[in-house]
């Protein structure tokens, strides 16, 4: 059993490198069967030269665009963390916010980029915010039910046994919510790149979103798909340190 767990990562990079190969394939024969013009689609070629060559540039710029969602995920995991204890705790004020944050949702992040760059400038505020408000509601909602879905068996025997509602919800509540909790967090890993390259397309002086628009401004296809490639990276990365780092701390609740 400790050996098929030891070398369960191994088997997923191998079939992860695997599927890369696959996808890089069929993406040169895509270019040398149908002659696609470079301008349009680079081969995977072109794009590794660039990403070469660029290496300083796309690491300058990357850095910002993790940097930026990483601070949005913190943010909106607060954020998410805090409403649902409010929901839960306070009726009144489940009834007022469960709307308020449909609403948010609602509207098309692009709507309100613009007010979050008046707001809060062309900088990294604007950008974390707008991460932070993409991922707080997966976050919440997914906190908020694993709190109300807490086996009531657990409930009624900490109550016959004099616990506090405090010391019910930090001792049972909580960690009863913590694998809905920690679903809501690798879809917010996963969704966290939509908030920063959103913000850095709207008005932003650097960041991989920039990047890309001025390569895509230069007609520089194959610089946009190494910034491309560089956002994919990062985020593979950002949700694999996730997802090792809650199997450790809720091993209850290991993703399959």
Same mark, same amino acid.
């Given at each position: 059993?400790?050996?098929?767990?030891?070398?369960?990562?191994?088997?997923?990079?191998?079939?992860?490198?695997?599927?890369?190969?696959?996808?890089?394939?069929?993406?040169?024969?895509?270019?040398?069967?149908?002659?696609?013009?470079?301008?349009?689609?680079?081969?995977?070629?072109?794009?590794?030269?660039?990403?070469?060559?660029?290496?300083?540039?796309?690491?300058?710029?990357?850095?910002?665009?993790?940097?930026?969602?990483?601070?949005?995920?913190?943010?909106?995991?607060?954020?998410?963390?805090?409403?649902?204890?409010?929901?839960?705790?306070?009726?009144?004020?489940?009834?007022?916010?469960?709307?308020?944050?449909?609403?948010?949702?609602?509207? +098309?992040?692009?709507?309100?980029?613009?007010?979050?760059?008046?707001?809060?400038?062309?900088?990294?505020?604007?950008?974390?915010?707008?991460?932070?408000?993409?991922?707080?509601?997966?976050?919440?909602?997914?906190?908020?039910?694993?709190?109300?879905?807490?086996?009531?068996?657990?409930?009624?025997?900490?109550?016959?046994?004099?616990?506090?509602?405090?010391?019910?919800?930090?001792?049972?509540?909580? +960690?009863?919510?913590?694998?809905?909790?920690?679903?809501?967090?690798?879809?917010?890993?996963?969704?966290?790149?939509?908030?920063?390259?959103?913000?850095?397309?709207?008005?932003?002086?650097?960041?991989?979103?920039?990047?890309?628009?001025?390569?895509?401004?230069?007609?520089?296809?194959?610089?946009?798909?190494?910034?491309?490639?560089?956002?994919?990276?990062?985020?593979?990365?950002?949700?694999?340190?996730?997802?090792?780092?809650?199997?450790?701390?809720?091993?209850?609740?290991?993703?399959?």
């Amino acid at each position: 059993m400790f050996k098929r767990f030891a070398t369960q990562p191994i088997a997923n990079l191998v079939r992860g490198f695997i599927s890369l190969l696959v996808i890089i394939g069929l993406w040169q024969l895509l270019v040398i069967l149908l002659k696609v013009p470079a301008f349009i689609l680079p081969s995977p070629f072109a794009v590794w030269q660039q990403i070469i060559s660029s290496s300083g540039l796309l690491w300058h710029h990357g850095q910002v665009t993790l940097l930026e969602m990483v601070l949005g995920l913190v943010l909106g995991l607060l954020l998410g963390l805090m409403f649902a204890l409010q929901m839960l705790l306070f009726a009144p004020v489940r009834r007022w916010l469960l709307p308020l944050l449909l609403a948010s949702q609602a509207i +098309p992040v692009f709507a309100i980029a613009p007010l979050l760059m008046l707001w809060l400038g062309y900088g990294m505020a604007s950008k974390v915010v707008m991460t932070a408000i993409i991922i707080f509601f997966p976050v919440t909602t997914c906190c908020f039910d694993g709190l109300r879905q807490t086996p009531q068996g657990y409930l009624a025997l900490a109550h016959t046994m004099g616990a506090s509602r405090w010391q019910q919800l930090w001792h049972i509540r909580l +960690p009863a919510a913590l694998p809905a909790l920690a679903s809501g967090i690798r879809i917010a890993v996963v969704i966290a790149p939509i908030g920063a390259v959103s913000g850095e397309w709207v008005g932003s002086s650097q960041g991989l979103g920039y990047l890309m628009l001025q390569a895509n401004a230069r007609m520089q296809v194959d610089q946009m798909f190494a910034a491309l490639f560089l956002l994919a990276l990062f985020s593979v990365l950002l949700y694999f340190i996730t997802d090792k780092l809650l199997n450790h701390f809720i091993p209850w609740a290991k993703s399959v």
